[in-house]
C-alpha cells in the first residue's frame, strides 16, 4: 500500500526550531489529506496540523503563529517547521496521510490511511 517515513525530530532548547519530514512511498495514486499528530505520554493522539489536497491547513490552537505546514505534492512529502518551542511541545509526532493506491490485486484503485512510525521531538526549558 503506502508507507510513510518521517524524519527531523531531536532534542532542542526551548525557543529553538525544528522541522519534521514525511515522504509517503508506494503504490500511490493520489494523496488527499496529509498532517501531523503527536502523543505526549499519558496523554491521548492529538492533531497538530493538517493540510488537504487543495491546500487549506488548520492548527491547534496550541501551535497557531508557532508551526507552520507545507507539503511538495511532486515529492509526496509533508513538513512541520516548528519554531519557539515549548517544553509542552515535547511528544512523539506522528505524519498521516489519507487517499489513494493502486490496488493491484483486485485491479482497482482503492482508500488508504496510513501512519508513520513517530518521531521523537523534545525541548528542554
Known amino acids: 500500500q503506502v508507507q510513510l517515513v518521517e524524519s527531523g525530530g531531536g532534542l532542542v532548547q526551548a525557543g529553538g526550531s525544528l522541522r519534521l519530514s514525511c515522504a509517503a512511498s508506494?503504490?500511490?495514486?493520489?494523496?488527499?489529506?496529509m498532517g501531523w499528530y503527536r502523543q505526549a505520554p499519558g496523554k491521548q493522539r492529538e492533531l497538530v496540523a493538517g493540510t488537504t489536497g487543495g491546500g487549506s491547513t488548520n492548527y491547534a490552537d496550541s501551535v497557531k503563529g508557532r508551526f507552520t505546514i507545507s507539503r511538495d505534492n511532486n515529492k509526496n512529502t509533508v513538513y512541520l517547521q516548528m519554531n519557539s518551542l515549548k517544553p509542552e511541545d515535547t511528544a512523539v509526532y506522528y505524519c498521516?496521510?489519507?487517499?489513494?493506491?493502486?490496488?493491484?490485486?483486485?485491479?482497482?484503485?482503492?482508500?488508504?490511511?496510513?501512519w508513520g512510525q513517530g518521531t521523537q521531538v523534545t525541548v528542554s526549558s
Open positions: 508506494g503504490s500511490i495514486f493520489s494523496i488527499n489529506d
Open positions: 498521516n496521510a489519507e487517499g489513494k493506491y493502486y490496488n493491484y490485486s483486485a485491479f482497482t484503485v482503492s482508500d488508504f490511511r496510513s
